[in-house]
């Protein structure tokens, strides 16, 4: 009797632990460059240009920065933070698996980054272009 109650209880840790990780595995990782370019160009109401992403993430601001001041002017090399020095991995989703993988995370940076660069959130089609233009890297 103890062993089939045992057995049960196992079985059941088993399935809690199994339905956890399910859980969490929709939470990050529930994207794609693809889907993040197909949701900004449709809030832009425009198709993306990887030529003016390439363009805007290269451009200074008014405060001498640009997205190249910490991502480095080759986003599928590692970056350096232009005010602490830390390591960025490389922004390029083709060397780097993980960007572009998790929409909170890339709504996240965006918003961040694009304070700290143009004082302002960047607009839809911004976005789009950059996906557009980070993902055609090899």
């Given at each position: 009797?103890?062993?089939?109650?045992?057995?049960?209880?196992?079985?059941?840790?088993?399935?809690?632990?199994?339905?956890?990780?399910?859980?969490?595995?929709?939470?990050?990782g529930d994207?794609?460059?693809?889907?993040?370019l197909s949701?900004?160009?449709?809030?832009?109401?425009?198709?993306?240009?990887?030529?003016?992403?390439?363009?805007?993430?290269?451009?200074?601001?008014?405060?001498?920065?640009?997205?190249?001041?910490?991502?480095?002017?080759?986003?599928?090399?590692?970056?350096?933070?232009?005010?602490?020095?830390?390591?960025?991995?490389?922004?390029?989703?083709?060397?780097?698996?993980?960007?572009?993988?998790?929409?909170?995370?890339?709504?996240?940076?965006?918003?961040?980054?694009?304070?700290?660069?143009?004082?302002?959130?960047?607009?839809?089609?911004e976005k789009?272009?950059?996906?557009?233009?980070?993902?055609?890297?090899?």
């Amino acid at each position: 009797m103890t062993s089939s109650i045992s057995f049960l209880f196992v079985r059941r840790v088993l399935l809690a632990l199994g339905a956890l990780c399910f859980i969490g595995s929709s939470q990050a990782g529930d994207t794609q460059p693809d889907a993040l370019l197909s949701q900004y160009q449709q809030a832009a109401g425009q198709k993306a240009d990887r030529l003016r992403g390439q363009k805007f993430f290269n451009a200074t601001a008014a405060n001498d920065l640009s997205c190249a001041s910490c991502h480095g002017v080759s986003p599928v090399l590692a970056g350096k933070h232009a005010s602490t020095g830390k390591t960025i991995a490389p922004l390029a989703p083709m060397v780097n698996l993980e960007r572009f993988s998790d929409s909170a995370k890339v709504e996240k940076w965006f918003r961040r980054n694009c304070k700290d660069v143009l004082n302002r959130e960047c607009t839809p089609l911004e976005k789009a272009d950059v996906v557009a233009y980070l993902k055609d890297l090899k």
